[in-house]
């Protein structure tokens, strides 16, 4: 299992303490150091079912800076994926990533139900 995640996060450091409590073994990915390629985005994605949009962190500063929110609705997920893979302070985090499943952002019930 890949932990990618962001060392500063609040929400990272409560999903790893999580995934240590629960003795989970996992290989640790800074995503500041380590962004995810577009190839990486474009399996997790589609691995996920999530929408695309759900990969963004609409929290983060560079999100607000570059005006995503209105932008987002009129790319495709071409661009989406282009614009993901140029910083991984854009994409949201953790992201927990096994060979049948990717979650994205820590619920801690829905780990709980997913992760064995």
């Not at 929408?51 to 929290?59: A, D, G, M, P, Y």
């Not at 607000?64 to 209105?70: G, P, Q």
């Not at 927990?96 to 979650?103: A, N, T």
Request: charged residues 35%; proline residues 3%; glycine residues 4%.
């Amino acid at each position: 299992m890949e932990f990618v995640c962001y060392s500063k996060c609040t929400t990272c450091q409560k999903a790893k303490k999580w995934l240590d409590e629960k003795g989970i073994e996992y290989r640790l990915r800074d995503i500041k150091l380590q962004n995810p390629t577009r190839e990486e985005l474009a399996a997790w994605h589609k691995k996920s079912g999530f929408e695309l949009r759900k990969f963004f962190n609409t929290n983060g500063l560079l999100y607000k800076s570059l005006e995503l929110k209105t932008k987002l609705p009129t790319m495709t997920e071409e661009e989406m994926l282009d614009l993901l893979a140029t910083d991984g302070m854009l994409v949201k985090r953790p992201i927990l990533v096994s060979e049948d499943l990717v979650l994205v952002g820590f619920k801690e019930t829905e780990w709980l139900s997913k992760v064995k």
